[in-house]
């Protein structure tokens, strides 16, 4: 009996001391007892072991979530960037895809093109909200700051392509390196989309390479190609429709290291947990100083092989210089193998990539992507100047004097009204033109016209026709002893009233000479050629 006492006893010292340790844990945490263990709260640790048979292990409440923050408004971007937000996710997107699908060094090379644009698209945010800097003084570098991040990606992808010319993808790399450069229209000021045309017949120089290299080996190649010209496209429209002019930047702005500041500290962050019981968050510390942009120095990628440096380096060689140098074949002489003289293919292992490419020619610029200038009329001193008039529907009237004289340039589809006696009248780059005049004292001078109509009411001199395709001219009875001069003109003719019934009369101006040198006069002679029929 004393023995079975002593082991109860031995047995409960046992469980208040597992107990007394499970107390002073809880107690030195931060966690809340558990409501299923009521009789711990507010009880010493003595007297809560006097109702404990068998220790328990507490749970842990799970504490209440925490309320998801707020979303922090976002300030509205321009309809410029939003625009150009647009053209990244939809134009180059969808090469960039074509690139990855590629994979390889097109692949890679698409991605810092990705970049360079998402670069474009922080200075386009930049000017909308600065101020330009000054680009004669001090704010010079902090230009040059704005546009470094651009500047390095067109190095990247220039240096990608120099490192890989032995590589059968080189006219990919060389389509886009050369084409790349179109980041560079944010620095033109004056029509900024015609840098946009240029560099698309750059890249169509070695892309239409491509396109003809790969045409029967996968539609995948020609694909990338077309996206790559699309995304050429897609930028002169939008550079037509928002930068006509080019960048104008915000005169109203703030300066654009403050500008810099402010977009570098608004990145989103983490906010903080609300405490238990709905209360609001604490206030945010006190912000630190303004963040500067960080752009870190990239190390250009040595220059290949061929430099100026290497030359002058080979040259102080002396006869060692001729070394390395590849045997040609007789097979591959040009001056001894006629067949390869008349062809243009250099056979491969001939010095492939070793000279660069010739700059395409420059295209002249359609007339439907000209930019349309304002119709003027106004005199100046003693001289009217009418030009860039298109499909008028009234006739334009001018009241001249004898000292005016009158400049009618680029009218297309309209008529012109002179009324009183002007000094002269000078007509360049129309067509269809009509022009009704009184008299003059000197004489019409039209040059470069197509469809022109010319009709005096009153008495003229002169009327000088130079490079005219079509013309009719109607002369009033007073003035059918008119002189004409032309040259390098055809379809001319001229209507003068005859006849008791004063009917016009049209009399076709020549325009074939038949010439030859006459023995017996010693002369040269020059004859109308008379067509019948």
């Known amino acids: ?43 010493s640790p003595q007297s809560a072991l006097s109702g404990l048979s068998t220790p328990a292990a507490p749970s842990i409440a799970t504490p209440a979530p925490t309320p998801a923050p707020a979303p922090v408004p976002q300030e509205p971007v321009p309809e410029s960037i939003e625009e150009f937000d647009a053209f990244i996710n939809t134009s180059v997107q969808k090469w960039a895809k074509t690139s990855s699908e590629l994979g390889g060094l097109i692949a890679e090379q ?72 179109v ?70 702005g703030r300066p654009a290291q403050e500008v810099i500041r402010a977009l570098a500290g608004t990145s989103p962050s983490t906010a903080a947990a ?72 250099v056979p491969e292992g001939s010095a492939r990539g070793k000279s660069p490419a010739p700059a395409p020619s420059k295209k002249p610029k359609p007339d439907s992507m000209r930019v349309k200038k304002p119709p003027k009329k106004e005199l100046d001193g003693n001289k009217w100047t009418i030009e860039n008039y298109d499909k008028e529907a009234e006739p334009i009237t001018i009241q001249a004097e004898i000292s005016h004289s009158i400049l009618i340039s680029k009218c297309n589809n309209t008529t012109i009204i002179i009324r009183g006696k002007a000094n002269a009248v000078t007509i360049e780059n129309t067509s269809r033109l009509s022009l009704v005049l009184d008299s003059l004292v000197s004489s019409v001078d039209a040059v470069k016209s ?27 009875k007073e003035s059918t002893s008119t002189r004409i001069f032309s040259s390098k003109s055809a379809g001319i003719n001229l209507n003068v009233i005859s006849g008791p019934d004063e009917d016009y009369k049209e009399v076709p101006l020549p325009s074939q000479i038949c010439s030859y040198f006459d023995e017996e006069k010693g002369d040269l002679v020059n004859e109308i050629v008379s067509h019948s029929g």
């Open 1 to 43: 009996m004393a023995t079975n006492n002593m082991h109860n006893f031995t047995t409960l010292i046992k469980r208040l001391e597992a107990a007394t340790a499970r107390l002073e844990d809880i107690a030195s945490s931060a966690i809340e007892l558990p409501e299923t263990v009521p009789a711990l709260k507010g009880a």
């Open 110 to 181: 698409a991605v810092t093109v990705v970049q360079g644009f998402r670069e474009q698209r922080k200075f386009l945010l930049i000017t909308t909200k600065s101020k330009k800097p000054d680009l004669t003084g001090s704010e010079m570098s902090v230009y040059q700051d704005l546009l470094k991040p651009i500047n390095q990606a067109l190095v990247t992808v220039s240096n990608l392509k120099d490192k890989n010319r032995g590589s059968p993808v080189f006219n990919h790399l060389s389509c886009v390196s050369e084409g790349f450069m």
């Open 183 to 252: 980041l560079a229209w944010v620095t033109v000021d004056n029509r900024p989309y015609k840098m946009v045309e240029d560099m698309l017949s750059s890249a169509q120089f070695f892309g239409n390479r491509v396109l003809k290299e790969f045409k029967d080996q996968g539609p995948k190649h020609v694909e990338w190609v077309q996206a790559y010209y699309q995304i050429f496209r897609d930028l002169i429209d939008y550079v037509k429709n928002y930068f006509p002019n080019g960048v104008p930047w915000n005169p109203k």
């Open 274 to 345: 609300a405490p238990a019981g709905g209360a609001p968050p604490p206030p945010p510390p006190p912000p630190g100083p303004a963040p500067v942009l960080q752009i870190k120095e990239v190390k250009a990628a040595p220059a290949a092989a061929g430099g100026i440096g290497a030359v002058f380096s080979e040259l102080n060689k002396g006869e060692g210089v001729t070394k390395g140098l590849k045997k040609v074949d007789k097979s591959q002489m040009t001056h001894k193998n006629p067949d390869l003289r008349a062809s243009s293919v």
């Open 450 to 476: 197509q469809n022109f109509a010319l009709q005096v009411l009153g008495t003229i001199p002169t009327v000088l026709l130079d490079q005219i395709d079509g013309a009719q001219v109607y002369f009033s």
